[in-house]
């Protein structure tokens, strides 16, 4: 358990932050200490949101917004930055996705997942990082991608190549802006339950229990794990790692391919 002070005076920009396991870190964050800025498009959402946090005592801002479009990334920084006069920790988060065999996948359906999760990631670090190095302040920026950035993800070929391309940026930044004081990490989830992914990726229970039965731990994970392990990145606990990817998935993806049978459940 991180201390209560972990992020206090800190102020975190979480785009996607209005639901799933961008709301599951805001609102570790904000039990952290943190000061929080939301942005997501659907503005009804994000102000759910917003009021929760806000009734746990923590600073809010939302910001209607779409990561896809520069113009928008940079009105949120300086919303951010005229509400809270800082910003320090920026956490990648936004995405879509949905199943679709690759020959069936049409060019709006490629072109919509690649510019929120690859284009807007970009978008939203380059924004985040030019204002840290031209005020000379560290920062730190969490990427959440999907291990399928490595393995592949037939049926999701879009969101597979976007969060590749993700991996790759999170590397090239870690080691470009070390100097300036700036961390880049990622944390590559698994399946998540109670979230947008759970909705879209194993909606039915079949798709769901055939899922669940690859996994080793035998479980689909909580948000609150992966919130957890997303405080520890962006805190200084973590300040001497950079360009690193945390896998939270049960042992999903080590677990692929097995020549034995899985070992049974402990009674
Ligand atoms: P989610 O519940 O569907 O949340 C996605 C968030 O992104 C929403 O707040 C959504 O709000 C926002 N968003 C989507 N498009 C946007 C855009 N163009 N501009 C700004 N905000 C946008 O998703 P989740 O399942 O929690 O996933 C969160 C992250 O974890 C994603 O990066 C996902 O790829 C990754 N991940 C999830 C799982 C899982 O099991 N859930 C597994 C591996 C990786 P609006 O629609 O209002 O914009």
Known sequence: ??????????????????????????????????????????????????????????????????????????????????????????????????????????????????????????????????????????????????????HGGPGTVHSAAAKAGVLAMTRTLAVEWAPYGIRVNAIAPGPIDKTGGAEQLWATPEAAERLRSAIPLGRFGEPEEVAHAAAYLVSDYASYMTGECLVIDGGLWLGRNLFVERTPKRK
């Open 1 to 150: 358990m991180l201390p209560a002070d972990t992020l206090a005076g800190r102020v975190a920009v979480i785009t996607g932050g209005s639901s799933g396991l961008g709301l599951a870190m805001a609102r570790c964050f904000a039990s952290l200490g943190a000061s929080l800025v939301l942005a997501a498009r659907n503005a009804e959402r994000l102000e759910r949101a917003a009021k929760e946090l806000e009734a746990s005592g923590a600073p809010v801002l939302a910001v209607p917004m779409d990561v896809r479009d520069p113009a928008q990334v940079d009105e949120l920084l300086a919303r951010t930055l005229e509400r809270f006069q800082r910003l320090d920790i920026l956490v990648n988060n936004a995405a879509g996705n949905f199943v679709c065999p690759a020959h069936e996948l049409s060019v709006n359906g490629w072109n919509a997942v690649i510019n929120i999760v690859l284009n807007g990631t970009f978008y939203c670090s380059r924004a985040v990082g030019r204002h840290w190095i031209e005020k000379r302040q560290p920062g730190t920026i969490l990427n959440i991608i999907a291990t399928y950035a490595w």
